[in-house]
Each structure stands twice: as structure tokens, then as C-alpha cells.
């Protein structure tokens, strides 16, 4: 049973700080790349960070450059989101996801998310 469980949210102020974890199983872990989205109220699910199934070459949102900071242990089958100077536009629900396309086939899974609120 695949399973993306997430971890780490909260309310924060601005200007904080949070880690996001998230623990995978019952898949190959290691050959998928993960990535964090967030969805804000009447938004659109929108990608905050993507990391390649070795761990390099991470990719993130203009708006979150130099604040956010994704990493994953395969060893550990987890994927982090640290997250620094929050502001409260970064208040979302996140999610972890994890991503790999075989054989032309697109295999996706998702976790349940987590709050994420930045307010005074």
C-alpha cells in the first residue's frame, strides 16, 4: 500500500521558520522524484519544490528561492521542506508528491497534506 504521509506544519509567525517531512512506502522510493505543492484558499495546487530521485538539482519556485530548501534521504525513504523567513502568503496546505514516468506510463502519488499558517 503506497503511502506519502506529511508531517511538520503548524501556525508560525512571519518571519519564521517550519520543516516539513514527509514519509514514504510501498514503492521504490528512490527512483521517483519528489516534490512539495501547496494550495492556498481558492487557488490552484501550484509546485513549490522538486528534487531528482538522486537528490540533485533541485527546483523551486520563484517565490521561495533562498527561503525554502528541499532534500530527501533515500536511505530513510523521507523528502524534507525547510522552510525560513515564512510570510503569510506561504500559508497553504502542502503536499507531498512523488512522481516517475515508465514504459511511457505516468505513476503519481500524493499524501493527505499538511496546514501550513503564517500569522501574527
Known amino acids: 500500500q503506497v503511502q506519502l504521509v506529511e508531517s511538520g506544519g503548524g501556525l508560525v509567525q512571519p518571519g519564521g521558520s517550519l520543516r516539513l517531512s514527509c514519509a514514504a512506502s510501498?514503492?521504490?522510493?528512490?527512483?521517483?522524484?519528489m516534490s512539495w505543492y501547496r494550495q492556498a484558499p481558492g487557488k490552484e495546487r501550484e509546485l513549490v519544490a522538486t528534487i531528482t530521485s538522486a537528490g540533485g538539482s533541485p527546483i523551486y519556485q520563484d517565490s521561495v528561492k533562498g527561503r525554502f530548501s528541499i532534500s530527501r534521504d533515500n536511505a530513510k525513504n523521507t523528502v524534507n521542506l525547510q522552510m525560513n523567513s515564512l510570510k503569510p502568503e506561504d500559508t497553504a496546505v502542502y503536499y507531498c508528491?512523488?512522481?516517475?514516468?515508465?514504459?511511457?506510463?505516468?505513476?503519481?502519488?500524493w499524501g493527505q497534506g499538511t496546514q501550513v499558517t503564517v500569522s501574527s
Open positions: 510501498g514503492f521504490a522510493f528512490r527512483d521517483y522524484v
Open positions: 508528491n512523488a512522481g516517475r514516468i515508465r514504459y511511457g506510463v505516468t505513476f503519481q502519488f
